[in-house]
């Protein structure tokens, strides 16, 4: 009787979490909480796996567990589109290829003239050095990606490492902000500091710049001062003293930046990262639910169609609301389906693009303002 009220128990636990996850990412759009909440029930559906007696029973249990556990860490860590590890045929018939340990540009969907222009402009130059000796073409400088929330600009960042085989630091806001006198300014240059101390060279990847490069007005308070002029030196000295020293930050809001970090060189260009079009969102799909048992009745042209105006992240989300639905089924009635076009309906019925038209219109004044040079 005690083990049976244990299992009960667990039981409730364990829908009682998967409605919280689902809660979290529906309404409140909270990826990490929704993880967090994945992460625990997937230890009591492992633990259930353990003891169960029926072997069926126990590998039914084990995969639903494995299968919650990786969701929960794709929604816990989301940088963008990236390609499955395994090597698997997805469920639009098409084959995908084994990703390799780094990520590169073909790891990531869509985005094809930003990732020309990344290439072009910090990829080529250490590919073929004599060709820019040759064309007397300048290197070095930053790009500053920009655009809305999910895109994968953190990708991209670390794409750039893949291509050019350099290794990749991330400096966060987070770890720079401080409320000792002075701290922030040496943090950030410790940070610089190790980058540069890479006899190869490196990425070094600022996410968020705003919080530590916004534009200084009278009402700012000294700490942030100082902590602008330091990011500014520092730029300056990543700027020609290593050809292979690659600068890139990423915001979502590039009208919040001094104008000062916006100035060549250390800025050579900025680069508009958009939401997915309707190629790279099929692909978003198809990615998506790789590996995932897919109805014959889902239609690729539907989910791309209600998507418009979708963020790769949003596209994530969406499919993992989808799979939560025979998921939470197949726990209390034993029974399996595959995710079928009903699952999505529902979903897309409760959902909507996390970015909207004023924040994109936002964007294109912005970049209409900086060609202007107003």
Request: one cysteine or more; aromatic letters at 6%.
């Amino acid at each position: 009787m005690k083990i049976a009220n244990e299992i009960s128990g667990e039981i409730a636990l364990l829908e009682q979490l998967i409605c919280l996850a689902d809660d979290s990412l529906r309404h409140d759009g909270d990826r990490r909480k929704a993880a967090s909440f994945m992460s625990k029930a997937s230890e009591i559906l492992f633990r259930q796996a353990k003891n169960a007696d029926c072997i069926d029973r126990k590998r039914m249990l084990a995969t639903h567990a494995a299968n919650l556990l990786d969701t929960a860490i794709k929604l816990g860590d989301f940088d963008g589109p990236v390609k499955p590890h395994e090597h698997a045929v997805d469920v639009f018939g098409q084959q995908r290829q084994t990703r390799s340990a780094q990520i590169t540009f073909d790891d990531i969907a869509g985005l094809v003239e930003v990732k020309q222009t990344l290439m072009q402009r910090l990829v080529f130059p250490l590919r073929y050095p004599e060709k820019i000796k040759k064309y007397r073409i300048s290197t070095g400088g930053g790009m500053l990606l920009f655009g809305p929330s999910g895109t994968g600009k953190t990708l991209l960042a670390r794409a750039i490492a893949g291509e050019t085989g350099l290794p990749f630091f991330v400096i966060k806001s987070s770890e720079i902000l401080s409320m000792y006198y002075g701290q922030s300014e040496k943090q950030l240059a410790d940070l610089f500091a190790e980058a540069k101390r890479q006899p190869q060279g490196a990425v070094v990847f600022l996410d968020e710049i705003d919080a530590i490069g916004a534009k200084r007005s009278d009402g700012m308070n000294e700490a942030s001062r100082r902590l602008i002029n330091q990011l500014l030196q520092e730029l300056d000295g990543v700027e020609g003293k290593n050809e292979k020293m690659i600068f890139i930050a990423a915001t979502n809001e590039p009208w919040l930046l001094d104008e000062a970090l916006l100035r060549p060189p250390r800025f050579v260009e900025t680069c508009f990262v958009p939401l997915p079009d309707e190629s790279a969102r099929l692909e978003l799909f198809q990615l998506a639910l790789s590996g995932c048992p897919v109805a014959k009745d889902v239609l690729p042209e539907e989910l791309i169609r209600q998507s418009d105006g979708f963020s790769g992240a949003d596209i994530v989300n969406l499919c993992e609301r989808a799979k939560l639905i025979p998921f939470c089924e197949s726990i209390s009635t034993h029974v399996e389906r595959a995710v079928n076009m009903a699952d999505f309906r529902c979903v897309m019925s409760k959902t909507r693009p996390s970015v909207n038209h004023s924040q994109l219109t936002r964007y294109i004044n912005w970049i209409n303002h900086q060609c202007k040079g107003d």
